[in-house]
């Protein structure tokens, strides 16, 4: 049986997103739905949280995580 295009891409879309309790930001799957904090345990329903980016890998979703933090200040010492 054929398959639509939507099913036959199994790739996940990695996305950021902002904890609407302590404001942390987080990797996780565009297609889970719910994710907790790691700063401060919340529990996050994906679909509501707001998105800062995405990307087609975790490397990718992995850097721009680092650089919009740099850009925030979040990783000064």
């Known amino acids: 049986m054929w398959k639509n ?5 199994t790739i996940p879309i990695i996305i ?3 904890c609407s309790q302590c404001g942390g930001l987080l990797l996780a799957i565009e297609k ?5 904090c790691t700063y401060c345990g919340a529990r996050i329903k ?3 949280a707001i998105r ?6 975790s490397y990718e979703a992995s ?8 850009k ?5 010492k």
Do not use: D, R, V, W
């Open 32 to 36: 889970q739905k719910t994710k907790s």
């Open 16 to 18: 950021i997103i902002e």
């Open 52 to 57: 800062i980016a995405s990307a087609g890998n």
């Open 5 to 9: 295009l939507s099913e036959i891409n």
């Open 46 to 48: 994906i679909h509501k």
């Open 63 to 70: 850097k721009k995580l680092k650089n919009y933090k740099e």
């Open 72 to 76: 925030k200040g979040f990783n000064k």
